[in-house]
């Protein structure tokens, strides 16, 4: 979210621009996240917090199984005991005052997300080759980040068929591949003397 609103306002600043498993409509988003929830076992897993308290809690350990279930299939793949230790750190502290679930809209909710941001009709101004990844087991909707890639003036879309939010990791090869390839297109086209003649 954060380098598609870079990108709008700082453009003449960018090469190219890679949008990985993100979105461009909170909206959107938390209607897919409704979508991928409903009927889940994970969807009982966090209890509604008082509007008063700025911090969740999981009640017990039977919750936070569940959850981690949840994030096993939709957040990353490896099983816990093989996560790269950047993943195990993040499980072990993430804030979950970010990622709150909210039981009465069976949503997702990010309180420090505008519950209104929407700059969907605003990607056409992307002109910077711009490469979107989306998995089929992301927390995103991979269909969106597929029509992201069509808005933008030079869009390139990477689907990560087995990946989920850290295709990065459970896709790996998959991933890097199409990044490896999209910077390469980007450079060549910019330094085609350089690399022929």
């Known amino acids: 979210m954060l380098a598609i609103e870079y990108a709008l306002k ?8 890679i949008l990985s498993n993100t979105v461009s409509s909170s ?21 509604q917090v008082s509007q008063k ?3 969740p809690k999981i009640e017990n350990n039977q919750d936070q199984k569940r959850l981690n279930e949840f994030y096993s299939k939709h957040v990353c793949w490896l099983p816990p005991g093989q996560y790269p230790a950047i993943i195990a750190i993040f499980f072990n502290s993430q804030n979950d005052s970010i990622h709150t679930f909210n039981s009465v809209s069976d949503t997702f909710t990010a309180p420090a ?6 700059r969907s009709a605003d990607l056409k101004q ?26 933008v003036k ?3 879309y990477l689907y990560c068929a087995s990946g989920s939010h850290l295709s990065i990791y459970d896709h790996q090869q998959v991933y890097m591949n199409g990044i490896t390839d999209f910077i390469y297109k980007v450079y060549k086209e910019d330094h085609f003397w350089d690399i022929y003649f």
């Open 27 to 47: 909206n959107v988003h938390n209607s897919y996240m409704t979508r991928l929830i409903s009927g889940q076992r994970a969807a009982q897993t966090i209890k």
């Open 154 to 156: 030079n869009g390139t």
């Open 53 to 55: 308290e700025s911090v």
């Open 10 to 17: 700082y453009q003449n600043n960018l090469k190219a621009l």
């Open 126 to 151: 992307i002109t910077v080759p711009t490469l979107l990844i989306g998995a089929k087991y992301d927390l995103t909707d991979p269909g969106h980040v597929k029509w992201m890639a069509s808005q």
């Open 113 to 118: 997300e505008p519950s209104n941001w929407d």
